[in-house]
């Protein structure tokens, strides 16, 4: 099992950053892709970026693209996700995951609890 902590959401003026932190407990948590997704009201939840193991590898949405970055330190089990540019669609809950990378997609196995950032226009 892994456990994963979400941290860093609030509320944001548009054009604003934020940076979540996804802290982990459990098994080795290094051994593991990392992934944040979001959900906003009454939407599907959507992928936003992922990280490898090795933190060599990231893939992004085309909707962050650009806006956000991801990084990890495997010393800290801890993942970041720097969010940029903030635009009020990018109002949702983000979740960090954990899981696998696969060769064109990132599957999450492990879920937090979820972190909510609201962006004003």
């Known amino acids: 099992q892994v456990q994963l902590v979400e941290s860093g959401g609030g509320l944001v003026q548009a054009g604003g950053s934020l940076r979540l932190s996804c802290t982990a407990s459990?098994?080795?948590?290094?051994?593991?892709?990392v992934g944040w997704f979001r959900q906003a009201p009454g939407e599907e939840r959507e992928f936003v970026a992922a990280?490898?193991?090795?933190?060599?590898?990231?893939r992004y949405a085309d909707s962050t693209k650009g806006r956000f970055t991801i990084s990890r330190d495997n010393a800290k089990n801890t993942v970041y996700l720097q969010m940029n540019s903030l635009k009020p669609e990018d109002t949702a809950v983000y979740y960090c995951?954990?899981?696998?990378?696969?060769?064109?997609?990132?599957?999450?196995?492990?879920w937090g609890q979820g972190t909510q950032v609201t962006v004003s226009s």
């Open positions: 990280i490898s193991w090795s933190g060599f590898n990231t």
């Open positions: 995951t954990a899981g696998a990378w696969g060769t064109t997609r990132y599957d999450a196995d492990y």
């Open positions: 459990g098994r080795t948590f290094s051994h593991y892709a």
